[in-house]
Structures are given as structure tokens and as C-alpha cells.
T-cell receptor, first 114, second 108 residues
């Protein structure tokens, strides 16, 4: 079974704090993704990575950065959290060998910034 | 811009058939995926169409027409457990662009 885990289910932080969200997958997937999900807006891609130390901007990268030092781990960093970053954050991974390009999602981290 | 349009809500009764439509405008389009998400859960993959036509997986089928930039998800023999949000997503260069989601409510 593919497993994607995220470090926290719920997180509460204060404005201006630096926030780290961690994601780990155990299926040796090359691709990893960070999304945020807000009501009525679907899933929006923040950053993605095709390989270790590689990163690509998604549709809404402003205010975020990422790190991929190991193949199985992809971290999302909020340099200075703001209230408009309160959201559900979802991590996903996929294999380049999968013709269906299926993405496997973690359970999500609901972040509240006060 | 790049966008996918799908209805925000659909309601159907148990045992019925429902179709959720999706139209897209994306450059570099490779294919159309569908994901299901139950309340409080993670999205899970349902289907992927790279070519025109119908793909069937049990009670679920998905259709793609590239010439019309259109696809749909067909759910047959609806069950209460099918109540969830359904997202279409366009594959573009290894990444997915998601629609806003359709909330399906199945009534007894």
C-alpha cells in the first residue's frame, strides 16, 4: 500500500512565525506535490518536485518555499505565516512509471494562522 | 488562462445514474483525471483518460472528447457512500490542474 504521511493533522501558528510542513512517502516516487485546498477553490498547486533538490513553482508559490533533500521527503515552508495562509495543505506523490499519472495524497494538515 | 469548469453541486437518489461534466481550457493537455474526496478525507484517484472515449471501472466510467475539451464521470447504481466531492483534473506536463469540485449528495 502506498503511504503518504504528513507531520501534523492540525496546526495552529501565529502571524509571522516560520512554519514547516513535512511530507514523507514510502513508495520511491519521483514526483511530489504540495497543494492547498480552500472551499470553492478546489486544489491549487503551490510547488512540486520531480527529483531530489529539484523544485518547480506551481500556481500560487508566493509566501511559500520548499525543500527536497531526500527522495522520500518534501517539506513546505511558510517563511512568515499570514492569516490568509490558513488552509488545508495536502501533499501528494506519483511515479513517472505510472501511465495513469495517479497521485497519492496524504491525509492533509489543517493550518490555522492567528 | 487555464481552467476547468464543473458543476458545484449535484443531487441524485440511491440506485440512480449521475453524470458530472467537466470542460477544460489548458495548454499542453495530456489527459483528464477524476478524484473522489469524502468529507475530511484525502482525494483518491478514480480514473484517467488519455485518449478519446469511455473508460469503465466497475460502477464508474469516465469519458473524454479532446475535440470538445470535455469529459464526464458517470456513476451508476448510486450508493449512499458515493456522497462525496468529485474533482476533474487536467494533466499538464506532469502536474495536475484541478477543477473546483462537484459535491454529490445521494439521497435515499
Amino acid at each position: 500500500d502506498v503511504k503518504v504521511t504528513q507531520s501534523s493533522r492540525y496546526l495552529v501558528k501565529r502571524t509571522g512565525e516560520k512554519v514547516f510542513l513535512e511530507c514523507v512517502q514510502d513508495m520511491d516516487h519521483e514526483n511530489m506535490f504540495w497543494y492547498r485546498q480552500d472551499p470553492g477553490l478546489g486544489l491549487r498547486l503551490i510547488y512540486f518536485s520531480y527529483d531530489v533538490k529539484m523544485k518547480e513553482k506551481g500556481d500560487i508559490p508566493e509566501g511559500y518555499s520548499v525543500s527536497r533533500e531526500k527522495k522520500e521527503r518534501f517539506s513546505l515552508i511558510l517563511e512568515s505565516a499570514s492569516t490568509n495562509q490558513t488552509s488545508m495543505y495536502l501533499c501528494a506523490s506519483s511515479s513517472i512509471r505510472d501511465s495513469h499519472n495517479e497521485q497519492f495524497f496524504g491525509p492533509g494538515t489543517r493550518l490555522t494562522v492567528l | 488562462g487555464q481552467s476547468l469548469e464543473q458543476p458545484s453541486e449535484v443531487t441524485a437518489v440511491e440506485g440512480a445514474i449521475v453524470q458530472i461534466n467537466c470542460t477544460y481550457q489548458t495548454s499542453g493537455f495530456y489527459g483528464l483525471s477524476w478524484y473522489q474526496q469524502h468529507d475530511g478525507g484525502a482525494p483518491t484517484f478514480l480514473s484517467y483518460n488519455a485518449l478519446d472515449g469511455l473508460e469503465e471501472t466497475g460502477r464508474f466510467s469516465s469519458f473524454l472528447s479532446r475535440s470538445d475539451s470535455y469529459g464526464y464521470l458517470l456513476l451508476q447504481e448510486l450508493q449512499m457512500k458515493d456522497s462525496a466531492s468529485y474533482f476533474c483534473a487536467a494533466l499538464q506536463g506532469g502536474k495536475l490542474i484541478f477543477g473546483q469540485g462537484t459535491e454529490l449528495s445521494v439521497k435515499p
